[in-house]
């Protein structure tokens, strides 16, 4: 979580806002980096649902380079446009840093976000029914697919 050694790196810190897309949030504080967050502190600001995830998907790209980055559920409090915006960053990121070894996984109920992944593991009551990659797992016509379809419908 974060990279404590860079907590007092303004560059760092800036890149990280950038990655997470929550540059308008610190541009929306009154104090900047140095705005207390949370209504419970004296003084603290309150932050909506998607402002308080994107900071916490910032905080997550403190690491420039991660062995391993963790995305559970990263967008589900963001809007329709931020969420393509950060999965097409997510995306890219993950091919670099597959190129270096390290891996990315993603949690997530979202199937139009699961079509990218170089391997989709799903789980059914715990245990893991299916692998593969989108486009097999649509073709085998199982539980995947079968989920795939039924979110589809509703866009439709």
Known sequence: MGDLDRVDDEDRIHQALHDG?????????????????GTTWA????????????LALSRGMM??????????EPTSALDAATEHNLFERYTAAARQAGRRGAV???VTHRFSTVAAADLVVVLDQG???????????VANAG????LYELQARGYR
Do not use: C, F, M
């Open 104 to 106: 990315t996984l993603l």
């Open 21 to 37: 897309a929550a540059e308008d949030v610190l541009q929306a504080l009154p104090d900047g980096l140095s705005t207390q967050l």
């Open 43 to 54: 003084g603290g600001v309150d932050l909506s649902g998607g402002q308080w995830q994107r």
């Open 127 to 137: 245990k893991i029914v299916e692998v593969g990659r989108h486009a097999n797992l």
């Open 143 to 146: 539980h995947y697919a079968e």
């Open 63 to 72: 690491r420039p380079h991660p062995l391993l980055l963790v995305l559970d």
